[in-house]
């Protein structure tokens, strides 16, 4: 597998002094220092100048004293462009994609619109408020369905609705995360993630929790939860889908490394959930696990996802 820089060419002395930016203020804080520590262990063992730097507890001033960052921040102000647009204003070099990319990514809504306005499937959705009449979203999505706040990662806010009567209060939940939610037709065939590096897809992985949906619990804290890859799709649907998440992905205008999200139903049918422009890197995560099926060591994936900061292209979006 090839991406646009082999990490074999790169002396690590030509990234300088590297700040991993992990923690930050998000909902997803606690999983994000995982991620950052396991970056920033990895950057270390290979000889790179790397050092913490966590959001939330030092000013971004601090930043003009390093020469690049490895963004391991997830969620609000670390996955929205905020920190992407901090970073650029200063002329710092970053992992992933750039501002406009990294908003739109984080905002369900908004990406379900682009997607739809560009031919790529996604599941039926309603957009929610106060005012909704909820029996008629259960009449227009079925039931089951899923609520969820547009706008957090790590399914923080999720509630899987089975009768019309929980809608109610499965609005309330997520409207505490953020403003903007959105119910969500249910697709029960199976769920499946897409790792996306320098323009390749990596090998699908498909999950499979042992609770009833792949929620923050099954994310982070269960050892139960089952990952497969190979997916154990057919290899001609596996590139199909593969092909598409790369479209899917620069629809959205996302550069470097990301995850695209699906699921399936019952005949086969597959449809694009989201993306994740910080995805994890945790002992849980899917990237360094596709990863690896694809010849790639959690090292060499880190090195990888940093050496394309040392390219002289703009950020095209």
């Known amino acids: 597998?090839?991406?646009?820089?082999?990490?074999?060419?790169?002396?690590?002395?030509?990234?300088?002094?590297?700040?991993?930016?992990?923690?930050?203020?998000?909902?997803?804080?606690?999983v994000s220092l995982k991620s950052g520590n396991a970056v920033l262990s990895a950057l270390l063992r290979q000889g790179v100048d790397a050092h913490a730097f966590d959001p939330a507890e030092r000013s971004l001033s601090e930043l003009a004293d390093y020469d690049r960052a490895f963004i391991a921040l997830h969620g609000r102000f670390g996955e929205d462009g905020t920190i992407q647009g901090a970073l650029e204003l200063m002329g710092i070099p970053y992992t992933g994609s750039g501002?406009?990319?990294?908003?739109?990514?984080?905002?369900?809504?908004?990406?379900?619109?682009l997607w739809g306005a560009s031919g790529v499937v996604t599941p039926a959705f309603e957009l929610l408020d106060a005012h909704t009449d909820f029996a008629q979203v259960v009449a227009r999505l079925g039931l089951p369905l899923f609520v969820k706040p547009a706008n957090e990662g790590s399914s923080i806010g999720?509630?899987?609705?089975?009768?019309?009567?929980?809608?109610?209060?499965?609005?309330?939940v997520a409207a505490k995360a953020d403003p903007l939610v959105i119910?969500?037709?249910?697709?029960?065939?199976?769920?499946?993630?897409?790792?996306?590096?320098?323009?390749?897809?990596?090998?699908?992985?498909?999950?499979?929790?042992?609770?009833?949906?792949?929620?923050?619990?099954?994310?982070?804290?269960?050892?139960?939860?089952?990952?497969?890859?190979?997916?154990?799709?057919?290899?001609a649907k596996e590139a199909q889908i593969q092909q598409e998440a790369i479209q899917a992905f620069?629809?959205?205008?996302?550069s470097g490394w990301g995850r695209v999200d699906f699921l399936m139903d019952v005949a086969g049918n597959h449809y694009f959930l989201e993306v994740n422009t910080s995805p994890g890197?945790?002992?849980?995560?899917?990237?360094?696990?596709?990863?690896?099926?694809?010849?790639?060591?959690?090292?060499?994936?880190?090195?990888?996802i940093?050496?394309?900061?040392?390219?002289?292209?703009?950020?095209?979006?």
């Open 281 to 304: 890197m945790t002992d849980h995560s899917l990237v360094p696990m596709a990863a690896k099926v694809a010849g790639l060591s959690f090292e060499a994936l880190v090195l990888r």
């Open 158 to 172: 999720i509630s899987k609705v089975k009768q019309a009567s929980e809608l109610a209060e499965a609005y309330a």
């Open 306 to 317: 940093l050496a394309m900061t040392l390219k002289d292209a703009p950020r095209v979006e």
């Open 1 to 30: 597998m090839h991406s646009a820089v082999e990490v074999k060419q790169v002396d690590v002395k030509q990234f300088g002094k590297v700040a991993v930016l992990l923690g930050g203020k998000s909902g997803e804080r606690e």
């Open 183 to 235: 119910a969500e037709a249910f697709v029960g065939g199976g769920e499946f993630t897409v790792g996306i590096l320098g323009g390749v897809a990596l090998p699908i992985i498909r999950i499979v929790p042992k609770n009833e949906y792949y929620d923050y619990e099954a994310k982070y804290l269960r050892d139960d939860t089952e990952y497969h890859c190979p997916s154990g799709l057919a290899a």
């Open 250 to 254: 620069n629809v959205l205008g996302c």
């Open 99 to 113: 501002v406009m990319a990294s908003a739109v990514g984080m905002d369900k809504w908004r990406t379900k619109l």
